[in-house]
């Protein structure tokens, strides 16, 4: 069983920037895919972008040029650094791992956090 913890969400103002850490922990794998979502209410999930296992990255039209993914696994930490933060940005953020990850995973399947709050103002 993998847990995955995501920190770091807060209210920012437009233009600003926060950087989400996504603690891993319990049977992990190193090899792992792991990857940052969001959900705003009365939305559908989407995913963000996804880190593979060769270090290859991959980023939704909504994160490209704004948002960076990285990942340490010595310290089985993911990260996303957002940058340049708009209201429409504001959603809770998941980071989740999968064998089979991508920009479209669902729960139940792969390993998902309870989510981190982004709340951007104008």
């Known amino acids: 069983q993998v847990q995955m913890a995501e920190s770091g969400g807060g209210s920012v103002e437009s233009g600003g920037s926060l950087r989400l850490s996504c603690a891993v922990s319990g049977a992990t794998h190193k090899n792992y895919p792991v990857g940052w979502f969001r959900q705003a209410p009365g939305n559908e999930r989407e995913g963000l972008a996804i880190i593979n296992e060769n270090g290859t990255l991959t980023y939704a039209r909504s994160a490209k040029d704004r948002f960076w993914i990285s990942q340490d696994k010595a310290k089985k930490m993911v990260y996303l650094q957002m940058n340049s933060l708009k209201p429409e940005d504001t959603a809770m953020y998941y980071c989740?791992?999968?064998?089979?990850?991508?920009?479209?995973?669902?729960?139940?399947?792969?390993?998902w956090g309870h989510g981190t709050q982004v709340t951007v103002s104008s």
């Open positions: 989740a791992a999968d064998w089979e990850l991508t920009l479209f995973s669902q729960p139940p399947f792969g390993y």
